[in-house]
């Protein structure tokens, strides 16, 4: 049985996310007028909830992280006065438990059918991620370009433990710092779909324990959804290139992903950066 999410755990995430919302808004963005020194960043309370048209001591509890259960109406006008993009409006429903998570399994299953399609697309470096962004199936061309990533006998592949704990990594993502800030916001929003599933809490303990940076950015609250763009890499043959990545859901597992990367160079003229 998967384990049931920490009430209380929950209600703290939540009143964390409001707070680094709230904080980073400032009256002129949202049309209030200045009313001198603040001794916080950002907007009050009272701002806040004045502008999503609730009562502030009602925020203050909301915020503060108190049993009380506020509905989708409600949320959906904080959401509105924080200015927050659809995956963080998603993301605070969640919290709020508006979204109900899905059941998870121990292990995630993978077909045989999906997991041959990386070896096919062959030499296009490709690989199959989990939820939690373990790696299910890869070919040789993504070993080559990501090395040590499949190295692990003891456990499965994960993408991102070997961006942060894997000191190569830093050398093949030259733009380690921006994408790695973007992982680990998509990690916090897939994490959020499954409170209390330990594949989760074990990664996000062992990534704050070897990684200074998770430390720092984790409270900072970013969340995102996967999606397709660009990398530049450097390959261990040709050097620094740039490449295109797309990402499929797997039929029938939807957080299940299949990411193929083409060179940049490679592309029809009009589809080229």
């Known amino acids: 049985m998967p384990k049931q999410p920490d009430q209380r755990d929950q209600r703290r995430q939540l009143s964390t996310f409001l707070r680094n919302r709230r904080e980073?808004?400032?009256?002129?963005?949202?049309?209030?007028p200045k009313t001198g020194r603040r001794r916080t960043p950002g907007l009050r309370r009272e701002e806040l909830a004045l502008l999503a048209g609730i009562s502030a001591t009602w925020y203050t509890y909301l915020e503060q992280g108190r049993e009380i259960r506020a509905s989708e109406q409600v949320l959906n006008a904080l959401a509105a006065a924080l200015r927050l993009d659809r995956h963080e409006r998603d993301h605070l429903l969640q919290l709020a438990d508006h979204a109900p998570a899905p059941e998870v399994e121990e292990r995630e299953p993978l077909t045989a059918d999906a997991g041959a399609v990386p070896l096919?697309?062959?030499?296009?470096?490709?690989?199959?991620?989990?939820?939690?962004?373990?790696?299910?199936s890869h070919n040789q061309a993504a070993d080559e370009l990501f090395p040590n990533l499949t190295?692990?006998?003891?456990?499965?592949?994960?993408?991102?433990?070997?961006?942060?704990?894997?000191?190569?990594?830093?050398?093949?993502?030259?733009?380690?710092?921006?994408?790695?800030?973007?992982?680990?916001?998509?990690?916090r929003t897939l994490a959020a779909r499954h409170s209390g599933d330990p594949r989760y809490t074990r990664l996000i303990e062992e990534l704050n324990e070897g990684s200074p940076e998770v430390r720092d950015w984790w409270p900072q609250y970013e969340v995102q959804a996967r999606h397709s763009g660009r990398k530049r890499l450097r390959h261990p043959q040709r050097g620094a290139i740039d490449l295109a990545y797309t990402a499929f859901h797997v039929a029938e597992q939807p957080e299940q992903t299949l990411v193929v990367y083409v060179d940049c160079s490679e592309l029809p003229d009009g589809a080229r950066p």
């Not at 980073?24 to 209030?32: A, F, K, S």
């Not at 961006?163 to 050398?171: D, G, I, M, T």
């Open 24 to 32: 980073r808004l400032t009256p002129d963005e949202v049309g209030l």
């Open 120 to 136: 096919l697309l062959q030499p296009h470096p490709a690989y199959i991620i989990g939820g939690n962004y373990d790696v299910l």
């Open 151 to 187: 190295t692990e006998a003891d456990r499965p592949a994960n993408f991102v433990r070997w961006v942060f704990l894997e000191p190569v990594a830093r050398e093949v993502l030259l733009d380690w710092e921006p994408e790695a800030r973007g992982l680990l916001a998509r990690l």
